[in-house]
């Protein structure tokens, strides 16, 4: 079955990029997404890239994707205190049906 | 844009009731909307998938006859948490899709908790 997986925890100091990396199975992915969650809220969609794209970049997010390893990485320049929230990668199917979840990484941000 | 609004947003009863908890999309249409549930520090499970005037297609494990899902207009979409148990509580999230399939905004959550 198809799995996601992400680092746990990610720590960085204000100011500094932050890179978030997710690796997933399901090599006919269609669509891999970012979300943020912020305590007790719902998800709010960062940034999406096809999978027939390397690059995104959308303001400070930059989705890197390497199809031959199946890795997925988000990169945040200038990573503010508002940054502060769990980021979750999710991957879909061709009808854009939303299959698979990473566990999240909690990123923190340190003044 | 793209804004998603659940009701409410947390609720508390008591075993053996039923709770119904809505999902609206509030500046589009949604011809697909999504449950999720979220247990503590976890991810979110996909539990089930509602096309509007049609069944929902229920994931393998979760049971339909506990969630009952209706998707009864373009902006609405219900989710009924019927004889509820402690077990049953959780971060209840939906999703909307509006037409272009790329694109999947999330609601800000319901809380439920049984006691």
């Known amino acids: 079955g198809e799995d996601v997986e992400q680092s746990l925890f990610l720590s960085v100091r204000e100011g500094d990029s932050s890179v978030i990396n997710c690796t997933y199975t399901d090599s006919s992915s269609t669509y891999l997404y970012w979300y943020k969650q912020e305590p007790g809220a719902g998800l709010q969609l960062l940034t999406y890239?096809?999978?027939?794209?390397d690059m995104k970049q959308d303001q400070r997010l930059t989705v890197l994707l390497n199809k031959k390893d199946k890795h997925l990485s988000l990169r945040i320049a200038d990573t503010q205190t508002g940054d502060s929230a769990i980021y979750f990668c999710a991957e879909t199917d061709n009808a854009g049906n939303m299959l698979t979840f990473g566990g999240g990484t909690r990123l923190m941000v340190k003044p | 844009g793209a804004v998603v609004s659940q009701h409410p947003s947390w609720v508390i009863c008591k075993s053996g009731t039923s709770v119904k908890i809505e999902c609206r999309s509030l500046d589009f249409q949604a011809t697909t909307m999504f449950w999720y549930r979220q247990f503590p520090k976890q991810s979110l499970m996909l539990m089930a998938t509602?096309?509007?005037?049609?069944?929902?297609?229920?994931e393998q494990g979760v049971e339909k006859d506990k969630f009952l899902i209706n998707h009864a207009s373009l902006t609405l979409s219900t989710l009924t948490v019927t004889s509820a148990h402690p077990e049953d509580s959780s971060f209840y999230i939906c999703?909307?899709?509006?037409?272009?399939?790329?694109?999947?905004?999330f609601g800000p959550g319901t809380r439920l908790t049984v006691t």
């Open positions: 509602s096309n509007e005037g049609s069944k929902a297609t229920y």
């Open positions: 999703s909307a899709r509006p037409g272009r399939e790329y694109e999947q905004y």
């Open positions: 890239i096809f999978s027939n794209m």
